[in-house]
């Protein structure tokens, strides 16, 4: 689906008009919170915007209102139709939505940034991404920043990647230009 473009990409805001590019029509974000990134993605043509958060608190802080505050974006946009809200664990949430049999052209991970998270977050959503599609997520891989939680994504990017390069040879994976996002295409 984003051969061409998928290296293009210089930052994550960049991302819609590459999944208008490429016609996708399913989408994910895991870990929405107020929903900054989940609204560039609205900018995209996507039909089906699914949205998973357990919207229960993050830096101490309540995060139940950004639900409702979205919702209520959506209502106001006329397309609360478009858009689907799962509340709970990304695990749990990936594992009901593929008993559903839900598959995705772009899953964009940002939910717990701890390296078994973000393991068990790949593991999980990897098997919804469909042929040519793409598996993103924040943060980049920078192993030069010092942020704990950004070295929990590298470790955990950099395994999987490498577990898939065993089984297929070339992986197309990449990131932008500011690190902020990784993605890895799924080979058609
Ligand atoms: C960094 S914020 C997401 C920011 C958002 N993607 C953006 O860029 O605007 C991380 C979010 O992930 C959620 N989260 C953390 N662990 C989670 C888990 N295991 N399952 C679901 N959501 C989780 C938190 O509630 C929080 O709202």
Redesign the pocket.
């Known amino acids: 689906m984003m051969a061409h473009g998928l290296r293009k990409v210089r930052h994550?805001c960049e991302f819609p008009l590459l999944l208008r590019l490429t016609n996708a029509v399913d989408i994910c974000?895991?870990?929405?919170?107020?929903?900054?990134?989940?609204?560039w993605l609205a900018e995209s043509d996507a039909s089906h915007i699914h949205a998973?958060?357990?919207?229960?608190?993050?830096f101490e802080l309540p995060?139940e209102d950004?639900l409702q505050d979205l919702i209520d974006w959506t209502i106001r946009r006329q397309e609360r139709n478009r858009f689907h809200f799962h509340v709970?664990?990304?695990?749990?949430?990936a594992k009901e939505l593929a008993k559903q049999g839900l598959s995705f052209d772009f899953i964009?991970l940002?939910?717990?940034?701890a390296y078994e998270?973000v393991i068990?977050?790949i593991l999980v959503w990897w098997p919804l991404v469909r042929e040519g599609g793409c598996l993103a997520g924040?943060n980049g891989l920078c192993s030069a920043d010092p942020r704990k939680e950004r070295e929990g994504v590298v470790a955990a990017v950099n395994e999987f990647v490498a577990i898939l390069a065993e089984q297929l040879g070339v992986v197309p994976w990449a990131q932008d230009l500011l690190c902020s996002s990784w993605w890895i295409q799924k080979c058609l």
């Open positions: 994550r974000e895991v870990g929405v919170n107020r929903g900054r990134h989940l609204k998973v958060d357990t919207w229960h608190g993050m995060t950004h709970g664990k990304s695990v749990n949430v964009y940002d939910a717990d940034h998270s068990d977050d924040h």
